[in-house]
Each structure stands twice: as structure tokens, then as C-alpha cells.
């Protein structure tokens, strides 16, 4: 039980640092990502490839899935933004990640296809003892989860996240200021990008082995409804939301031993229902969330 | 010639869920993400119908349709009525939403397997060098009726002008006496139907299985943004263009990566014709 609640918790810090970028592109910046399953899985596949076929060590792999994915981010923003508004954007997101779950699926002498990469190596592997070694992934999670809100909260407080609300909440009015609006895009979407990448990267350590099923549009479902349970732009909102979406998504799994007539697949089809359900209930009766977004106070 | 015409065939499927999602563009301006699972609803609906209950499928097929078209509506009652003042993107959000919780119904009642319609085999015919089975001449005879349909009701009968007016200037159209309200049922109502007949064309041209609809979302959105948004005669070209263009793309690469012509023609079109080829250039107040 020890064990399944520590696994449960570096599930949860996943999902929270996934939440915290979809938070920050989208809550944060109004950009909307639904191609997020293939970015994380660029991120992924970018680590466990650096170091399977690059010798990279995991520090360096993490760094790199880090770039990688914030650099196609950014290139996916520059293209799209720089002639089409919102709506195009979401279209072209959702492409880019169904291209790259292909790609992942079909480039079978990279990522072996539907076989999957196993053998992922883990930081520290051969250091920490196999028996400690989930306590150590957990507080390896958890202070990166830490280091990322730390980070946001940083720019979220910073000049440039004044920005980042202000292109948000009116492009003309800040474009009238003198931002730019399409530099500050690309600068958001890459952000989060790279946010996702760490993400996805982690996710490689924690399972050691990473094939495309795991990747489907569950996580797009479950991190957007983790960002609107939290409120849009509260970060820790964004956390409480995703743990609170995680706790109920693997807590749905005892629902097998609860009513044994349902097969997996049909098990799995009413856990995204509920997602899907709960994403538009929030959405009609609780549109603000749980938590407040930061404001500036001028006076205490 | 063969390759040509079954991105014909392709095109002329995807018609129907391009006009279907041009026409929701042009009243209530949001892009619909639950379009590709809406086909798979209703083409297991008509599945249901036609192999469990024995129906002929032309009869399943309307009866899917029909009852598609009142489901649209009454989605949009639960899900995005109350949503409708709060911009595109909450729109957005709630329709992928949707997406996921309809595609989902269709797994959980019929699970992963693919399945097919009870059709009569019949031996493929030939056209010169061209060989083209039933269902394909059903798929072009079907989805040809509906667009003359579709192009008689939005240039002849009052209603597909409101839908026009109301498309193009909501607030003018309300100070002509069109009800915003009505239109937005019809428009829900006829695109259900659309989807309906879609999800079935691809369900006799393909398999049925839960993301049959929503893999030609991609697709499906470049041909209507390539038409122009908002324009169903621009909605009928793109689906045959982006149709046509994938198909011919399987020659010279690997057929998986289909989804990727669609995608590059939406960066093409962002690029050098953002209001697409029908459509009238956008004006931002």
C-alpha cells in the first residue's frame, strides 16, 4: 500500500508539471495546446533516444528533451502565429501532436514502433539501492515539481509575465503598447514546451520503458481539466488539480474489483467519460476553479 | 488513375463533415473538435440498427442520421449553450471535451474491435482502368445529393438564408427579426445530419471503430480552413482538393504519414491565403 501510495504521488508530480505547462501556455498565455500528448511524448522519447542510441547520461538526456521539445514548440508557434489567430492555432497543435505520435508509431529503425523502447536507463541508477530507489524518484519529482513552480512564479511575477497576461487578455492593446506579441508568443508556447519536455522525460525514468500506447489523448483530457479544476493561472491550482485528477484516475481503477462485468477497455472508455464529463461540468458551473490567479497587490 | 480517383472517393466522404463544420464555424464561431467523434456516434448508431436489428442500411443509415441531428441539438442545449458567451477558446475546450466522452460511449457499447456494415458483396465494376466497388458509387451518388440538397436549402429556402444572414452579421440578422436561437437549433439539426450520413460514408468506405471519425478531424478542418471558413462552397472544393492531394501524397511516401498533407496545407494556406480559397479576406476590429 506504502508502495502503491509513493507511486501514486510520482504519478501525480507528472501530471502536476504537465498541468503547470498546459497552465502557463494556455491559463496563463490563452494559448491553447491540444497537440500536448505528442509534445510529452517528444519529450519522452527525446530522453530515453539520447541516451539509448547518444550514450547521453541522464542529466544531459533530460536537458536535451527539454530543448527539443521547446524548440518545436517555438517553431510551431513562429509558424502558426505569425499569420493566423487562435482557432488556427488549437488545429494545428491538435496536427502536430497526432504527427508526432506517427512519427513515434511509424520510424520503427528510431523509436522501434509499437514495440516500444525499453531498457531506459534512471538518474542515479546504479547509485541509489533498487529497494530506496522509488523514494528517491519521488523526491527527485517532487523538488523538480518545486523547481518548476518555483520558476513560473518567477516569470509569472516578472515584466514578462505582465506581458504574457496582457497579450492574453487583449493582443491589440499590448501590441499598441509596443510588445511584441508574436515574439512574447513563441517565447510562452517554448516555455511550456520545455516544461513539458522535463515532463516527459520523467515520465521515461519512472516507467523504464515507453511505448506509444502509452501516449494516447487521455493526458490532453486529464491536464486540461486539471488547469480549469485549479483555476486558469493559478500554478499551485494547477497542482491541487492535477492531484486531484490523478487520485480520482487511479482511484477508478478499483472500480474493476467493484463491478468485475467490465472489461479493461471498457473500464478505460468510462474513466475518459468522466474526464471528458467533468472537464465541461467545471467548465459551465465552475469556470473560475478552486484557486484565485496572482494578482499584484498595491496595498495590503 | 486509380490513386486519383480514391482520393476522390476521400474527398467527396470528407464533404460532408467539412460543410458540417464550416456551416457551425459560420453560426457561432468556434471551431468544433467533437465533429470526428459525432461521426462515429452515429455511425454506430446506424450499425446498430442495420446488424443487430436487421434494418437495411439505407433505412438505419437516415434513421441514424435523423436521430443524430436531435442529438446535436440537444448537446448544444446541455453542453454549449451555456458556454456561448464565453469566446472560442472555452468553446474549443468543451468540444474536445465532448469529443472524448462521445468517442468513448461508442468503445465502452462496441470495444476496440473493428467492425463493418451488413452489405451484399458485390463484385467490384470497371470503368476503363478504374476499379470502383459499390459502396463507392453509394458514397459519391449519397454525398453528391447532399450537397445539391445542402446548396438548395442555403440558397433557396428561408431558413438556409437566415443561417447566412446570421453567419455573416449575427447582430444585423437580429435586427431583421432572425431569431439567433432557431437558427442555431437548425444549424445543430443539419449538421448532425451531415455528421450521420459522414460517419456512415466512412464506415462503408473504411471499418467502424472508435476513432474513425476523429482521424479525419485533421483532414476535415484543412479542408473547410482551405475552403475559407464559413464558406460551404469553399467546404466542398477543400475536401476534394485535401482528398485528392493525400491519396496522390501515398506515391511518392509512406502511406502513414497521410495525416501530414492536411497539415501542411493548413501551413500553406496560414501563409499565403489565410481566408482560404472561397472565403472573404478576415477584417479585424
Redesign the interface.
Known amino acids: 500500500m506504502i508502495s502503491f501510495l509513493v507511486l501514486l504521488s510520482i504519478v501525480v508530480c507528472f501530471s502536476a508539471i504537465l498541468a503547470l505547462a498546459l497552465n502557463f501556455q494556455w491559463g496563463l498565455g490563452?494559448m491553447?495546446n491540444?497537440g500536448l500528448t505528442g509534445f510529452y511524448a517528444l519529450g519522452a522519447y527525446s530522453a530515453a533516444l539520447l541516451m539509448l542510441k547518444a550514450g547521453a547520461n541522464t542529466f544531459v538526456a533530460t536537458l536535451g528533451a527539454i530543448a527539443v521539445v521547446a524548440v518545436v514548440c517555438g517553431v510551431v508557434a513562429l509558424?502558426?502565429l505569425?499569420?493566423?489567430?487562435?482557432?488556427?492555432f488549437?488545429?494545428?497543435t491538435?496536427?502536430?501532436g497526432?504527427?508526432l505520435r506517427?512519427v513515434v508509431?511509424?520510424e520503427d529503425w528510431l523509436t522501434k514502433g509499437a514495440l516500444g523502447l525499453t531498457g531506459i536507463p534512471r538518474p542515479l541508477g546504479d547509485v541509489v539501492p533498487p529497494e530506496q530507489y522509488q523514494y528517491f524518484l519521488l523526491g527527485l519529482a517532487l523538488a523538480l515539481l518545486l523547481g518548476v513552480l518555483a520558476f513560473l512564479t518567477v516569470i509569472q511575477r516578472s515584466p514578462f509575465g505582465r506581458v504574457v497576461r496582457a497579450v492574453r487578455e487583449d493582443d491589440?492593446v499590448a501590441a499598441t503598447l509596443g510588445k511584441n506579441v508574436l515574439w512574447a508568443r513563441v517565447r510562452i508556447f517554448a516555455i511550456g514546451g520545455g516544461i513539458i519536455g522535463l515532463a516527459g522525460s520523467l515520465h521515461s525514468f519512472y516507467y523504464q520503458y515507453i511505448d506509444p500506447t502509452q501516449f494516447t489523448?487521455?493526458v490532453?483530457?486529464y491536464t486540461?481539466?486539471a488547469v480549469?479544476a485549479g483555476g486558469r493561472g493559478a500554478h499551485r491550482g494547477a497542482i491541487l488539480g492535477a492531484a486531484a485528477v490523478m487520485v480520482l484516475l487511479e482511484g477508478s481503477r478499483f472500480l474493476k474489483d467493484a463491478i468485475p462485468a467490465l472489461?479493461s477497455?471498457?473500464l478505460?472508455?468510462?474513466r475518459?467519460?468522466l474526464?471528458?464529463?467533468g472537464?465541461?461540468a467545471l467548465?459551465?458551473w465552475r469556470?473560475q476553479g478552486f484557486l484565485r490567479e496572482y494578482r499584484l497587490k498595491v496595498s495590503p | 488513375m486509380q490513386t486519383l480517383f480514391n482520393g476522390i472517393i476521400t474527398g467527396v466522404i470528407m464533404t460532408l463533415p467539412a460543410l458540417a463544420v464550416t456551416l457551425l464555424f459560420g453560426v457561432l464561431k468556434f471551431p468544433n473538435f467533437a465533429v470526428g467523434a459525432m461521426m462515429t456516434v452515429a455511425a454506430y448508431l446506424a450499425f446498430a440498427l442495420n446488424a443487430q436489428l436487421g434494418l437495411p442500411l439505407l433505412v438505419a443509415s437516415v434513421v441514424a442520421a435523423v436521430a443524430m441531428g436531435f442529438a446535436c441539438i440537444a448537446i448544444d442545449q446541455v453542453t454549449f449553450k451555456p458556454l456561448r458567451e464565453r469566446g472560442a477558446i472555452t468553446l474549443m475546450v468543451a468540444s474536445l471535451g465532448l469529443g472524448f466522452i462521445l468517442e468513448n460511449i461508442a468503445r465502452f457499447a462496441y470495444g476496440n474491435t473493428a467492425r463493418s456494415f451488413e452489405l451484399e458483396l458485390a463484385r467490384p465494376f470497371r470503368f476503363f482502368d478504374i476499379r470502383m466497388n459499390k459502396e463507392q458509387m453509394i458514397t459519391i451518388a449519397v454525398a453528391t445529393a447532399a450537397m445539391l440538397l445542402m446548396w438548395m436549402l442555403l440558397t433557396r429556402l428561408p431558413i438556409g438564408r437566415a443561417m447566412r444572414a446570421v453567419a455573416d452579421n449575427a447582430e444585423l440578422a437580429l435586427v431583421r427579426g432572425i431569431e439567433s436561437a432557431r437558427i442555431i437549433r437548425w444549424t445543430w439539426f443539419i449538421t448532425g445530419i451531415l455528421l450521420g450520413v459522414g460517419g456512415v460514408l466512412v464506415g462503408m468506405d473504411r471499418a467502424l471503430e472508435p476513432p474513425m471519425g476523429s482521424n479525419y478531424l485533421i483532414s476535415v478542418f484543412a479542408a473547410a480552413i482551405l475552403g475559407g471558413l464559413g464558406s460551404p462552397l469553399g467546404a466542398f472544393a477543400g475536401a476534394l482538393l485535401i482528398g485528392i492531394v493525400s491519396e496522390l501524397s501515398t506515391l511518392v511516401m509512406a502511406p502513414n504519414y497521410r495525416i501530414g498533407v492536411p497539415l501542411v496545407a493548413i501551413a500553406i494556406i496560414l501563409i499565403f491565403r489565410p481566408q482560404g480559397l472561397f472565403g472573404q479576406p478576415y477584417i479585424r476590429k
Open positions: 490563452g491553447v491540444f509558424v502558426t505569425r499569420v493566423a489567430e487562435e482557432d488556427y488549437a488545429i494545428v491538435l496536427g502536430v497526432e504527427m506517427l508509431l511509424n491589440v489523448n487521455i490532453i483530457a486540461f481539466m480549469i472489461d477497455d471498457q478505460a472508455a468510462i475518459i467519460i474526464i471528458g464529463a472537464l465541461i467548465l459551465i469556470p
